[in-house]
């Protein structure tokens, strides 16, 4: 499986980002995309994820300014990133868990501890 997430950069404090991971390589009828970002030193963060029937996960530190999408002809997951701060200033990676169990209590930390493959992250900088 590959996964290549791309669209970081550098962005100014209220400004709007989106950032794209197009994945490949496999054949699952049921999957999950996601986004997670990790400092150095520090713990993955599961931000989104959205299976490939649109059931869709936010963590609660960014409902509301994070939308996660896809297009499942293209097998790209976008996640678009509005009023951006200093503090969401991170390396953003895509993952996929090609295994997940569809249950009612499925969510980030699930799709956290199911990854299967991940790509090289992209960095967003939010400063002035």
């Known amino acids: 499986v590959q996964l290549q997430a791309c669209g970081g950069g550098l962005v100014q404090p209220g400004e709007s980002l989106t950032l794209s991971c197009a994945a490949s390589?496999?054949?699952?009828?049921?999957?999950?995309i996601g986004w997670f970002r990790q400092a150095l030193g520090k713990e993955r963060e599961g931000i989104s994820a959205?299976?490939?029937?649109?059931?869709?996960y936010y963590s609660d530190s960014v409902k509301g300014r994070f939308t996660i999408s896809r297009d499942n002809a293209k097998n790209i997951v976008y996640l678009h990133i509005n009023s951006l701060n200093p503090g969401d200033t991170d390396v953003y990676y895509c993952g996929i868990d090609l295994n997940p169990d569809g249950s009612r209590t499925y969510g980030l930390g699930e799709f956290l501890n199911g990854l299967d493959g991940w790509g090289r992250g992209t960095l967003v900088t939010v400063s002035s």
């Open positions: 390589g496999f054949t699952r009828s049921y999957y999950v």
């Open positions: 959205i299976s490939n029937s649109n059931t869709k």
